[in-house]
């Protein structure tokens, strides 16, 4: 597979195709053909409308699915079949382990790594401070709000220092507010890390303030109908939703994916 020098991830005319569980021939086209290049160091976001694929994508980026057609890289390496070494992964349910503690859960994630004791330790204290979550470092999960146990998550994920995040709506059960918080906590480590982070998220907005680039996608079988470069400064927080900028790039996402809801609808209209 040919790829760019600066790209870290690549995929080249993806499709993937589902077959109906027990209906051998019953079969749907989840997503693409698509390509797509992420860039080592950038934040990347994808919006779409619901059942587009979005989900299935960043599966296969991670390596929790394979392709039914066309090539998945990671730094030169066909992805297939687990997620590479490098790549850490964040869902958006709770996944804290509620019988261990904070740093305990944070620990969790170095089991398959090999190494020493004085690295995993400085390894964890630096995910816990990263987080804001050292005064919590005993406490259990039950104990943390929504947002605190999503901070365990990242840790978690962070601590096995990653060169790509996969972010799938990690946010979507918080209220609007912690939203914003996180956001600006997952930019912060973002710009520390200097890990490449791919977001799948149906929060307009969240897209808008976060990303570099915002891959749109079209109704099922998902393809890529739009790339929107938002031109934000590395150092950004959520101040950037007061800039007209902000309406402007979250308008013309709204534009191209109320079409697609549209067209989608009406698919759905003529099964009937």
């Given amino acids: 597979m040919t790829q760019s020098q600066s ?122 401070a990263m987080m804001g979550l050292t005064p919590f470092a005993k406490t259990y999960p039950a104990q943390l709000s929504g947002g605190m146990r999503q901070r365990v998550c990242i840790a978690r994920t962070l601590v096995t220092e990653p060169r790509l995040i996969l972010l799938d709506e990690p946010f979507g059960a918080l209220d609007q507010q912690t ?13 520390k890390t200097g890990a490449t982070v791919f977001l799948i998220t149906h929060a307009l907005d969240e897209a808008t303030m976060l990303a570099d680039r915002i891959g749109v996608m079209s109704a099922r079988p998902g393809r890529l109908i739009d790339v929107v470069e938002t031109g934000w400064p590395k150092d950004r927080d959520s101040r950037i939703v007061q800039e007209e900028r902000f309406g402007t790039i979250t308008a013309r996402l709204w534009r191209s994916l109320r079409a697609e809801s549209l067209k989608s609808i009406g698919k759905v209209e003529e099964a009937a």
Wanted: proline residues 5%.
């Fill in 7 to 128: 790209a870290q991830v690549t995929l080249r005319d993806v499709d993937k195709i589902f077959t109906r569980p027990g209906r051998p021939g019953d079969t749907v086209h989840a997503l693409g053909p698509l390509d797509l290049e992420l860039k080592q160091g950038e934040f990347f976001a994808v919006v779409g409308p619901s059942g587009c694929g979005k989900s299935t994508l960043l599966e296969l980026v991670a390596g929790l699915s394979t392709a039914t057609r066309g090539e998945v890289a990671f730094e030169g390496r066909p992805i297939s079949g687990r997620i590479p070494d490098g790549v850490g992964v964040v869902f958006q349910e709770d996944a804290s382990f509620p019988w261990l503690t904070v740093a305990e859960n944070i620990a969790f994630g170095l089991r398959r790594m090999k190494i020493s004791q004085q690295d995993r330790d400085g390894r964890i204290e630096r995910a816990l």
């Fill in 179 to 191: 939203r914003l918080l996180m956001g600006d906590e997952v930019l912060n480590l973002w710009r």
